[in-house]
């Protein structure tokens, strides 16, 4: 079992930057990819990246890309994922996601969820 507790968000306005962060703990991560999802009233959870706890390879989809940085801090077992240039479209709750190995990117391969936290970003 992997626990994952998220902290960070909030409101801010567009062009700000924000951090969310997300505390892992239980099994020893070292095969694990963590990875960062959001998701919007009425739609589905959307990837949003993803790092591998060894090696700290990265992969990004959709709009955040080239805006949003995912990181690891081994000795925390926190992942962050950097929000730049925030935009009004970017508003969801955002959820930090673990899984064992592996390379696809769908809510439906990650067992292991954080709480959700809300990003607002306002124009």
């Known amino acids: 079992q992997v626990q994952l507790v998220q902290s960070g968000g909030g409101l801010v306005q567009s062009g700000d930057s924000l951090r969310l962060s997300c505390a892992a703990s239980?099994?020893?991560?070292?095969?694990?990819?963590m990875g960062w999802f959001r998701q919007t009233p009425g739609k589905e959870r959307e990837f949003v990246a993803a790092?591998?706890?060894?090696?700290?390879?990265?992969y990004y989809e959709g709009s955040g890309k080239g805006r949003f940085t995912i990181s690891r801090h081994n000795p925390k077992k926190t992942v962050y994922l950097q929000l730049n240039s925030l935009k009004p479209e970017d508003t969801a709750v955002y959820y930090c996601?673990?899984?064992?190995?592996?390379?696809?990117?769908?809510?439906?391969?990650?067992?292991?969820w954080g709480q959700g936290t809300q990003v607002t970003v306002s124009s």
């Open positions: 996601a673990a899984r064992w190995g592996g390379s696809i990117y769908t809510s439906a391969a990650f067992p292991y």
């Open positions: 239980g099994r020893t991560l070292s095969n694990y990819v």
């Open positions: 790092i591998a706890w060894s090696g700290g390879s990265t």
